[in-house]
């Protein structure tokens, strides 16, 4: 089994591809597709810290509890992100970021 | 060192997640993403979480990479074309992805607990019954507070999703 | 040799005349080789060969690939599945007064399945212009995959099973979980109507009945009190799970025709209304894997998990080995599964989502109830 510490540069790895996906992409699904990146790079960091004996053992499946947490909560914001981005799509023919300044003053 | 079952993944994982974002056809992105779910899922296999690798494939590639897939279906994007700014824009984000890279790293690899730390290895009736007990006991707010914002998003995405339209739309839609 | 072959026993006919010269001939020319070439070998071939090591037999018996390839697993699964195909022809031709498949073989056409593999292997593999050839090459694939690796956990008997795992019943739920990216794929990549009709009410009805299906076995779990199919079969030994959770049972068996996109919810591939669905565009064998391998395995596969969960598996009285108990309930629950087909019309789509999403929830619900009811009453021996 490999070491903790590897878990953890893939997993920063991971996250960072996704930080450079949100700031380069316009497409809204493209920036959506980062954010899930980014939160599964979150959730191996907490269970690979969680597999290795970090803490103890009242507090030892923390990590595990908090990565289920995380999946529940990425796919209820993937539901309604996209949900919107349907509505948005409905009423601007388009999901790039960029063209969505309606509201700007 | 390094076991070549870890390797194979992070290096799949890795570019699946880059395809995600640079493949040409979104559509292309959305199955690298669901191919990186999966890899992630291995991952957890390698950790000894059976039953969260199969939690993390039930619901990220069953249900996330599938709305996912369903609304570039239904939202259609076509190839991108990239503009000079674009480009200026990427290589800002590269320049800053790498630095975030390389500032996570060194922070983890001075991190003595890394170096310490020894796997654990449970059963699945300890892990089942460890996740339990904490769930009931300290963390029943987390708990509840989850199933609160699972019933508000099903609502909030039905209400989105539904809203808008002529009553004909929303009568078969 | 060059009169055409009219109908399949000729073929048969011609293939073991084949065959037969071919037997006879082999052996000329391989056992010289073998010969001279176990000189330099450790062990000799040919004495190996003539008085076999029946501890080697054994061990290939008992070895993963022997399971994964053969017995509990893919060729077993494939060659029932092919039989169910003409099971299925023949139950609903009885039920409409007609003979079904006739001609192939002497028996009641019991080498259709040969046939139609050698018809559809004939035929040429069109690649419409405008699909996206990956993906369009690499569903059949896929599909044959996913369907095959449900075999995997399904226990057959004690010693018959491939992966003795504690979250069996979860891994199940996973590879579920991966059908409706394959159909949506494939009908995104066939860059045509009817494939993306079928792939878009694919995607509702599997994504609607997976919920009261997982609700449904979540009683199963509850009882048994783990997520292990051996485990699951070991405690219904006294009392099958189908007489304490027939609530269950129900929503179970109709979740599943749904799942399998069988009458009365084929909607995906409605022939009278879109084609055949998802699969229109594909041709040839790329048809042939997907239906004939990849349909009947899942569906093989789901009426195993039928009998795992609610008919007691292998348990039946020990005349019988248990391997054969467990084929037999099977099939009594395939032969179930076919006769809707027969019997009721396609419903509409609305009502088919209604039924999923409102009623068949209630009910998986309400078994849930049952199944702690039963538990509190302590009805079943705990263990």
Excluded: C
Excluded at chain 2, 6 to 19: K, R, Y
Excluded at chain 2, 41 to 70: E, H, S, T
Excluded at chain 2, 140 to 160: D, K, Y
Excluded at chain 3, 207 to 227: H, K, N, R, T
């Amino acid at each position: 089994m490999a070491e903790l510490s590897s878990f953890l540069v893939l997993s920063a790895i991971l996250f960072s591809i996704g930080v450079y996906g949100i700031i380069s992409k316009k497409s809204a699904i493209r920036i959506l597709i980062s954010i899930e990146i980014m939160l599964n790079a979150v959730l191996l960091n907490f269970v690979a810290l969680s597999s290795f004996q970090v803490l103890e053992p009242p507090l030892l499946l923390t990590g595990q509890l908090f990565a289920m947490f995380v999946i529940t909560i990425a796919a209820a914001e993937a539901a309604v992100g996209l949900a919107l981005m349907v509505t948005v799509y409905r009423a601007h023919q388009s999901i790039e970021v960029s063209n969505l300044k309606r509201l700007k003053g | 060192m390094i076991d070549i079952p870890f390797l194979i993944l992070s290096v799949l994982a890795i570019v699946t997640a880059i395809m995600a974002l640079e493949s040409k056809e979104i559509i292309y992105g959305a199955v690298s993403l669901a191919i990186t779910f999966l890899m992630i899922a291995g991952f957890f296999i390698i950790l000894q979480v059976p039953f969260l690798a199969m939690f993390q494939i039930i619901i990220n590639v069953g249900a996330v990479a599938v709305i996912i897939l369903f609304t570039v279906m239904l939202v259609g994007t076509g190839t991108v074309v990239a503009t000079a700014r674009d480009r200026k824009n990427s290589i800002f984000a590269i320049t800053v992805g790498i630095v975030f890279a390389a500032g996570l790293i060194i922070i983890l690899s001075q991190w003595p607990g890394a170096i310490r730390a020894v796997p654990i290895s449970l059963s699945i009736k300890e892990w089942v019954g460890g996740i339990a007990s904490m769930l009931i006991g300290p963390f029943t707010p987390v708990f509840l507070t989850a199933a609160l914002l699972l019933t508000a998003a099903l609502i909030g995405a039905l209400t989105l999703a539904k809203s808008e339209g002529t009553p004909e739309e929303v009568k078969d839609g | 040799m060059s009169e055409p072959i009219e109908n399949v026993n000729d073929f048969i006919k011609k293939v073991l005349e084949i065959a037969f010269w071919v037997l006879i001939f082999l052996p000329m020319l391989i056992f010289p080789i073998i010969l001279i070439v176990e000189n330099y070998l450790p062990t000799k071939i040919s004495t190996l060969m003539a008085n076999p090591d029946p501890e080697m037999i054994f061990a290939l018996l008992d070895s993963d690939f022997f399971r994964v390839a053969v017995f509990p697993g893919f060729t077993f699964a494939a060659g029932f599945a092919a039989f169910i195909g003409l099971w299925e022809r023949k139950i609903l031709a009885k039920m409409q007064m007609r003979v079904g498949p006739l001609y192939a073989g002497k028996f009641e056409g019991i080498l259709q399945p040969i046939a139609d593999l050698l018809k559809l292997m004939s035929k040429e593999i069109i690649t419409p212009r405008g699909v996206d050839k990956p993906i369009f090459w690499a569903v059949p694939l896929i599909t044959v995959a996913i369907a095959a690796s449900l075999l995997a956990v399904i226990p057959l008997s004690e010693t018959s099973v491939i992966a003795r795992t504690d979250v069996g019943v979860l891994i199940i739920f996973a590879i579920l979980s991966f059908f409706p990216i394959a159909a949506l794929m494939a009908g995104w990549a066939s860059n045509s109507k009817y494939p993306l009709i079928g792939a878009l009410r694919a995607l509702h009805q599997m994504v609607a009945y997976e919920i009261p299906m997982i609700l449904a076995i979540l009683g199963v779990v509850i009882l048994s009190s783990s997520m292990n199919l051996l485990e699951i079969v070991r405690i219904q030994e006294n009392i099958w799970f189908l007489f304490l959770l027939p609530i269950g049972a129900v929503v179970f068996f109709i979740t599943a025709l749904a799942e399998l996109e069988r009458v009365p919810f084929d909607l995906p591939e409605a022939e009278s209304e879109i084609v055949t669905g998802w699969l229109t565009e594909y041709s040839g064998m790329l048809f042939g894997v997907i239906l004939g391998i990849a349909v009947y395995v899942k569906f093989y596969a789901f009426a195993a998990l039928f009998t795992v969960f609610f008919l007691g598996g292998w348990h039946g009285p020990s005349v019988i080995p248990a391997e054969i108990w467990f084929i037999l309930k099977t099939f009594l629950v395939i032969t179930l599964m076919i006769i809707p087909r027969g019997v009721y019309p396609r419903i509409r789509i609305d009502i088919m989502l209604r039924a999923g999403w409102a009623k068949l929830l209630m009910l998986s619900l309400l078994n849930i109830f049952v199944a702690l009811l039963i538990l509190e009453l302590g009805i079943l021996p705990v263990r």
